[in-house]
C-alpha cells in the first residue's frame, strides 16, 4: 500500500509467463470512495488477488464506487463483467474505448476489412492473410467479452476520483493516463513500462482511416514528460519512479530506431513487409501483427519528417529516400 495526504492506493499484481511479468491494476481509496483504475484479465489469478486485496484491506464488492479504464486492451478490462455481474458500477473510459468495449459489429468488421487492405497494401501476402483469418475468429471469439452495462466516456480536461484526465493516444487510439498534481502520482496504463517498449499498434478510427500511432505515441511522450511525477503506476511490471529519464530513454530508442530503418530503405529494401523481415526476422512470422504494427508506425513517422516518400505500384505501397522535387 502507498499512502499520501489521506489517499491510499493498494497495486494489485498478478504474476503473468508472458513478457508483461505482470498483470497490475490499482484500488484507489480517499475520503469514503473506493475506484479502481484498471481491471486485469478475465482469470481467476486476477480475480483471486483482485478479492483477496479487498478483503485484506477491509473492503468488499459493495464498497466500490467505480472502475477506471486507461484503454479497452483485454488484459485491462477483464474484471469488469465479473465485478458488474454481482453489483452495477459505473465504469469510466474514452469515449473511443466505448465501441471497442461493447463488441460494436460494424465497427468490428470495419477493423477487419481495415487490416485486409492494409497487410496487402504492404506488401504482406499469405502471411497477411493468414492475419486477416485470426482476426475474424478473434471477433467471434471475443464476443462474450463484450462489457456489460453503461461506459461513461471521459476526455481531456475531465477529472474523475479526484485524478485529472489526460488523453494519451499511441499505445492504443483511446488511451488515457489520471494524474494528481499534489501526491505527484500518474497512472499511467501502458502508455509506459519500465521494462518493455509500449507497442504503438496501428488501429483504424471509426471511419476506417489508418491512425499514425507512433506519431501520436511520440507527442503523448512529451506532453507527460514535463508533468512532475514521484511514482508511474504502470499497467505491466514495476512501479515507475523515474518517469521524466524512462520518457528521455523511450524517445531515444524512437529516435535510433527510425535511423535504423532509413538506412534499410535507403539500401533499396522498399516494402513494409520486407524491412519487416530484414528489421526482425523470424519474429515477422512469429508476432506477425506487433512486428507489422512496428515497421508502418515507423514508416508513417519518417514520412512525416520528409525522410522517406512512398509510391503505389501494383496496389503495393513502396518507401524511398524522400527526393524533393526538381532536385
Ligand atoms: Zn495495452
Redesign the pocket.
Known amino acids: 500500500m502507498i499512502s499520501k495526504e489521506g489517499c491510499s492506493v493498494y497495486p494489485i499484481m498478478v504474476p503473468t509467463h508472458y513478457s508483461l511479468r505482470t498483470f497490475n491494476f490499482y484500488l484507489i481509496e480517499e475520503a469514503g470512495s473506493l475506484s479502481l483504475i484498471d481491471a486485469g484479465v478475465d482469470s481467476e489469478e486476477c480475480w483471486g488477488a483482485f478479492i483477496r486485496m479487498m478483503s485484506e484491506n477491509g473492503f468488499t464488492l459493495h464498497d466500490l464506487t467505480r472502475i477506471i479504464i486507461?484503454?479497452s486492451?483485454q488484459?485491462?478490462v477483464g474484471l469488469i463483467n465479473r465485478i458488474s455481474s454481482v453489483r452495477e458500477i459505473p465504469v469510466y473510459a474514452h469515449k473511443e474505448s466505448i465501441h471497442r468495449l461493447k463488441r460494436d459489429k460494424e465497427f468490428l468488421s470495419l477493423r477487419v476489412a481495415f487490416f485486409q487492405q492494409l497487410y496487402q497494401e504492404m506488401g504482406c501476402g499469405t502471411s497477411g492473410e493468414r492475419q486477416v483469418q485470426k482476426l475474424k475468429e478473434d471477433v467471434r471469439e471475443n464476443e462474450k467479452n463484450k462489457i456489460r452495462g453503461d461506459i461513461l466516456p471521459l476526455n481531456d480536461f475531465n477529472t474523475v476520483a479526484g485524478l485529472q484526465v489526460i488523453e494519451t493516444p499511441g499505445?492504443?487510439p483511446d488511451?488515457l493516463v489520471f494524474f494528481h498534481e499534489q501526491r505527484k502520482w500518474l497512472f499511467i496504463?501502458?502508455h509506459l513500462i519500465s521494462h518493455m517498449s509500449?507497442?504503438a499498434?496501428v488501429e483504424p478510427d471509426r471511419t476506417g482511416r489508418r491512425i499514425m500511432t507512433l506519431i501520436q505515441y511520440v507527442d503523448s511522450l512529451k506532453k507527460c514528460s514535463s508533468l512532475d511525477i514521484e511514482i508511474a503506476f504502470s499497467?505491466h511490471g514495476e512501479l515507475i519512479r523515474n518517469h521524466k529519464e524512462l520518457v528521455m530513454t523511450k524517445l531515444s530508442r524512437i529516435h535510433k530506431r527510425a535511423d535504423m530503418i532509413l538506412l534499410l530503405v535507403a539500401s533499396g529494401i522498399s516494402t513494409a513487409a520486407e524491412l519487416a523481415v530484414s528489421y526482425f526476422k523470424e519474429l515477422y512470422q512469429r508476432e506477425f501483427s506487433l512486428v507489422m504494427s512496428e515497421i508502418i508506425g515507423y514508416l508513417d513517422y519518417l514520412e512525416m519528417q520528409n525522410k522517406i516518400q512512398k509510391e503505389l505500384k501494383d496496389e503495393i505501397w513502396h518507401y524511398y529516400i524522400y527526393k524533393a522535387d526538381g532536385v
Open positions: 486507461t484503454h486492451h488484459d485491462h499505445h492504443s488511451h496504463g501502458d509500449s507497442n499498434l499497467g
